[in-house]
Each structure stands twice: as structure tokens, then as C-alpha cells.
């Protein structure tokens, strides 16, 4: 079973700064892997995309990295905003069984950009 | 731009009540999905839904679940007798046609209370 693990929890750190959310996938046999933006009392936004056969994919000041033989994945947030303050999901699609989609994903990183 | 809609943003029943959470889906995406997340917890995937019958479902979505598509709009969650274990958000997310390199949309969920 397929089982996502995001490190760390929580990062509390002041605006300005370059940041790394680390992901890791037990089972490397996924389709792709999407990053999630989830403030608080709110539903999911979808930042990033990534497929099994890409490396990376970028989004403004976010890019995010596959490193699929090893289970990884990282999301880069440049020059951090307080905006950007909320909880990050990683979330990876197997490449087994159904294709239509059912998503695996990780506890989240809690992020605090304090100005 | 489009979005997935969900109603009721919050929904408190007594436990041993029937509940049904409402979705919209984005107008031309075919594929369905419900998800939950249990405070503190992960989000879960519960069952996804491609023309007209379900296609995946998990452990959790046992004989007290049902989804329906009524119209073409509609996409419901039925929880036949709540327990108080049910208590989660319920996140809705529908994806468009073609390969799983599409992503999944979410909406805002319906927070289920049970007393």
C-alpha cells in the first residue's frame, strides 16, 4: 500500500526566505504526483503537476522536483511571502489498478511566513 | 475561473441520521471523486465515480455510503445512519477527460458534525 510522508510538519519562518518541503512515496510505481495548497477551513488548490516521466515543473516562485526510483519529491518556495502562509499537500497517483485516480496523500507541511 | 461547489459549507446531524453532501463538478469533467479528512488526519480517498457507476472505492466507503450522479450536475455523498465516527470533511474533486496526467480539482468540502 502506498504510503506518503512529508517532512517537516510544521516550518515557521520569516518572509524573504527560500524554502524546502520534502515528500517521499514508499511504492515508486506512480503515474504522477500533484503539490496541494490548503488554508485553513478551505478545500485544496492544486499548485503543481508533475508527471512520472517529467523531473520538474515550475509555477511562478514555486518549482517542485520528481525523483521517482527514489520516492522524492521536493517543492521549492522562492523569496516566501506571508500569503504564502498555509498547509502544503503532497499527494501521488499509482500506476496500478485504476487509472481514474485515486490519490494517496501525505500529512502536509504547516507553513508560517511571518513579515 | 471553472470550480467544484459544495453544499452545505457545514452540515451538523445527529448520529443515526441520513446526510447527504452535495457537489457540483466542473461543467465538462467526467471523472468524480469523494475524499474525507478526519481532523489532525490525512485526506482519504472514499470512492471515485466515471459514467454513471463506481469505479474504485475504499475501505472506508462501506454499505452505510452511497453516491449518485441525479442529473448532470449533481454529484451526492449519502451517509445512510451517521456515526460519530463519521465527523470529517468531506472533499469533493472532479477531473477532465483524457490520461490521469490531468489534475483533480477540489472543492471548498462540507465539515460533517455528529453529535
Known amino acids: 500500500k502506498q504510503e506518503v510522508t512529508q517532512i517537516p510538519a510544521a516550518l515557521s519562518v520569516p518572509e524573504g526566505e527560500n524554502l524546502v518541503l520534502n515528500c517521499s512515496f514508499t511504492?515508486?510505481?506512480?503515474?504522477?504526483l500533484q503539490w496541494f495548497r490548503q488554508d485553513p477551513g478551505k478545500g485544496l488548490t492544486s499548485l503543481l503537476l508533475?508527471?512520472?516521466?517529467?523531473r520538474e515543473q515550475t509555477s511562478g516562485r514555486l518549482n517542485a522536483s520528481l525523483d521517482k526510483s527514489s520516492g522524492r519529491s521536493t517543492l521549492y518556495i522562492a523569496a516566501s511571502q506571508p500569503g504564502d502562509s498555509a498547509t502544503y499537500l503532497c499527494?501521488?497517483?499509482?500506476?496500478?489498478?485504476?487509472?481514474?485516480?485515486?490519490?494517496?496523500f501525505g500529512r502536509g507541511t504547516q507553513l508560517t511566513v511571518w513579515p | 475561473e471553472p470550480e467544484v461547489t459544495q453544499t452545505p459549507s457545514h452540515q451538523v446531524t445527529q448520529m443515526g441520521q441520513e446526510v447527504i453532501l452535495r457537489c457540483v463538478p466542473i461543467?465538462?469533467?467526467?471523472?468524480f471523486y469523494w475524499y474525507r479528512q478526519i481532523l489532525g488526519q490525512k485526506v482519504e480517498f472514499l470512492v471515485s465515480?466515471?459514467?454513471?457507476?463506481?469505479?474504485?472505492k475504499s475501505e472506508i466507503f462501506d454499505d452505510q455510503f452511497s453516491v449518485e450522479r441525479p442529473d448532470g450536475s449533481n454529484f451526492t455523498l449519502k451517509i445512510r445512519s451517521t456515526k460519530l465516527e463519521d465527523s470529517a470533511m468531506y472533499f469533493c474533486?472532479?477531473?477532465?477527460?483524457?490520461?490521469?496526467?490531468?489534475?483533480?480539482?477540489f472543492g471548498d468540502g462540507t465539515r460533517l458534525s455528529i453529535l
Open positions: 474533486a472532479s477531473r477532465g477527460w483524457g490520461q490521469s496526467n490531468q489534475p483533480q480539482h
Open positions: 511504492d515508486s510505481a506512480i503515474y504522477n
Open positions: 508533475i508527471q512520472s516521466s517529467q
Open positions: 499527494a501521488v497517483l499509482n500506476d496500478r489498478g485504476s487509472t481514474l485516480g485515486r490519490l494517496y
Open positions: 461543467s465538462n469533467h467526467l471523472y
Open positions: 465515480f466515471y459514467n454513471n457507476e463506481i469505479s474504485e
